[in-house]
Nanobody
Framework: QVQVVESGGGLVQPGGSLRLSCAAS????????MGWYRQAPGKQRELVAT???????NYADSVKDRFTISRDNAKNTVYLQMNSLKPEDTAVYYC??????????WGQGTQVTVSS
């Protein structure tokens, strides 16, 4: 079993920044990719950014050049630096980790609200 815990969400004004953290624990000997997804009320969950064990990143078009995903393998932690935030970025952000065996684990989410 892998436990995933997100932190760093909150309320920020448009144009502001937030840094989300996601720590994985438990059976994490062979973690592979990690990523961030988000879901607004009444909408489906969508991909924000992913990063492979080798450091290859992928971003949704809506956040590219504003968000940066990174990971610290020694700490089993993935980060999401969010800059130039927009109201449409408001959502619950979920962390996802995938083992080398293909098993996926999710956190409970952290709320990000962008509003003036």
């Amino acid at each position: 079993q892998v436990q995933v815990v997100e932190s760093g969400g909150g309320l920020v004004q448009p144009g502001g920044s937030l840094r989300l953290s996601c720590a994985a624990s438990g059976s994490i000997f062979r973690l592979n990719s990690m990523g961030w997804y988000r879901q607004a009320p009444g909408k489906q969950r969508e991909l924000v950014a992913t990063i492979t064990g080798g450091g290859t990143t992928n971003y949704a078009d809506s956040v590219k050049d504003r968000f940066t995903i990174s990971r610290d393998n020694a700490k089993n932690t993935v980060y999401l630096q969010m800059n130039s935030l927009k109201p449409e970025d408001t959502a619950v952000y979920y962390c996802n980790v995938v083992s080398v065996y293909g098993r996926s684990s999710w956190g409970q989410g952290t709320q990000v609200t962008v509003s003036s």
